[in-house]
Nanobody, 124 residues
Framework: EVQLVESRGGSVQAGGSLRLSCQASGFTFDDYAIGWFRQAPGKEREGVLCISARTGSTQSSLSVEGRFTISRDNAKNTAYLQMNNLKPEDTAVYYC?????????????????WGQGTQVTVSA
């Protein structure tokens, strides 16, 4: 059974930082790209960052470019989302997901399995 478990999010002030982790199990982690998505109230789910399986190449949305980074530790079956210089508009539920392929893209329909989501709240 595929499982993705995100770490607890949290509440921070604007300009602060948070790191989320995504612990995966039930599949060969090394073979699949991992993505981070977010959804704010009343908005569509947005692709934030993804990382390919073998090359480690990444893709970022413009809204977080230069502030957020994604990484993965294949030995630990874990992916990370480092969020710096957080802004109130980053407030959302954040999800990690496993792609159907080893290649990274930010289209949510490319992802088959999702974590439960974790709340990140940024206050002004």
């Amino acid at each position: 059974e595929v499982q993705l478990v995100e770490s607890r999010g949290g509440s921070v002030q604007a300009g602060g930082s948070l790191r989320l982790s995504c612990q995966a199990s039930g599949f060969t982690f090394d073979d699949y790209a991992i993505g981070w998505f977010r959804q704010a109230p009343g908005k569509e789910r947005e692709g934030v960052l993804c990382i390919s399986a073998r090359t480690g190449s990444t893709q970022s949305s413009l809204s977080v470019e230069g502030r957020f980074t994604i990484s993965r530790d294949n030995a630990k079956n874990t992916a990370y989302l480092q969020m710096n210089n957080l802004k109130p508009e980053d407030t959302a539920v954040y999800y990690c997901a496993v792609s159907r392929t080893s290649y990274c893209n930010l289209d949510f329909w490319s992802y088959d399995y999702w974590g439960q989501g974790t709340q990140v709240t940024v206050s002004a």
